[in-house]
């Protein structure tokens, strides 16, 4: 998975509850991007970073916010998680923005 | 993962055979298209991409064909091996500075031993 790692693998958590996933990558790629995939859907960009401290947001970004303080390190905050952010969760590194690496992916179930 | 497996059209080949995967893209600004494999349970793997000056790219047992009149995407995979097994999906990446990605929902390819 072209060195990026996500943790955790696996989340339930209840609705209401402020839930971080990690993506940590040992590329040293600036771009770093959040997705989510549900069925029906294709992977949909969530917030990406372009840089430390810089980042924008995606299609889906409501209910989410990112933070990057280092390079090799970006990460997903849902506020107050809802049923309908269950969901798989991609984080997706990159070099150059034409070509992005996924990570293993972050299961979350919101009750 | 499973999850993402519902619903997807499903194409079922012979093992040893040739498989062709298609993709309807939507933009006809885009200009870089990659196709990506994902195993049940892991993230997209990255399989080959073409950029929109191209009509064909060929990788190893992989041959991606363009055609930018009807906005068609093509992945041909020859000799399909049972690890070969996976969902299939293309994306569209447009613009220049600030990207925008399009995603397709995929394809299952299921390899009959």
């Known amino acids: 998975d072209a060195g990026i790692t996500q943790s955790p693998r696996h989340k339930v958590t209840e609705t209401g509850t402020p839930v971080t996933l990690r993506c940590h990558q040992t590329e040293n790629h600036r771009y770093m991007y959040w997705y989510r995939q549900d069925p029906g859907h294709g992977l949909r960009l969530i917030h990406y970073s372009y840089g430390v401290k810089d980042t924008d947001k995606g299609e889906v970004s409501d209910g989410y916010s990112v933070s990057r303080s280092k390079t090799e390190d970006f990460l997903l905050t849902l506020e107050s998680a809802t049923s309908s952010q269950t969901s798989v969760y991609f984080c997706a590194i990159s070099d150059r923005p034409e070509t992005q690496y996924f990570g293993p992916g972050t299961r979350l179930l919101v009750l | 993962g499973e999850s993402v497996g519902l619903h997807l059209p499903t194409l079922s080949v012979q093992e040893g055979d040739n498989s062709i995967i298609n993709c309807a893209y939507s933009n006809s600004a885009s200009d870089y298209f990659i196709w990506y494999k994902q195993e049940s349970g892991k993230g997209p793997q990255f399989i080959i991409d073409i950029r929109s000056n191209m009509d064909k790219r060929q990788g190893q047992r992989v041959t991606v064909l363009l055609n930018k009149t009807v906005k068609h995407l093509s992945l041909q995979i020859a000799a399909t091996q049972p690890g070969d097994s996976a969902v299939y999906f293309c994306?569209?990446?447009?613009?220049?500075?600030?990207?925008?990605?399009?995603f397709g929902t995929g394809t299952r390819l299921k390899v009959l031993a």
């Open positions: 994306a569209e990446i447009s613009g220049s500075g600030t990207y925008k990605y399009i």
